[in-house]
């Protein structure tokens, strides 16, 4: 399995930016975006089923993100709205062979090279 992220950049408050994860190999496993901040831990951001394109999300994104996926494209996106400065961070996608949902980075087994997202205030 191989992701490739991409998308990311600059955008001031209350902005959006949408960033993609292309794979190859995942077939049917579920995909999911972290982020990173400076100094601080990997966080779980949403995740999206293959199948059946169930969604979770992180309580801090609820409502302002949303997560998608194209199979035809082999590819997931997430579109993040009403950005915030504390959303600045490195977004990574990860792939993980369950059908269900996960937060745990733990449970995912292949990551994408991260892509910066920086929100100014």
């Known amino acids: 399995v191989q992701l490739q992220a991409s998308g990311g950049g600059l955008v001031q408050a209350g902005g959006s930016l949408s960033v993609s994860c292309a794979g190859s190999g995942r077939t049917n496993w579920a995909t999911g975006w972290f982020r990173q901040a400076p100094g601080k831990e990997r966080e779980f951001v949403a995740s999206?089923?293959?199948?059946?394109?169930?969604?979770f999300y992180a309580d801090s994104v609820k409502g302002r993100f949303t997560i998608s996926r194209d199979k035809a494209k082999n590819t997931v996106y997430l579109q993040m709205n009403s950005l915030k400065p504390e959303d600045t961070a490195l977004y990574y996608c990860?792939?993980?062979?369950?059908?269900?949902?996960?937060?745990?980075?733990?449970?995912?087994?292949?990551w994408g090279q991260g892509t910066l997202v920086t929100v100014s205030s």
């Open positions: 999206i089923t293959w199948n059946l394109g169930t969604t």
């Open positions: 990860a792939a993980g062979p369950f059908t269900g949902s996960s937060t745990l980075a733990s449970t995912y087994n292949f």
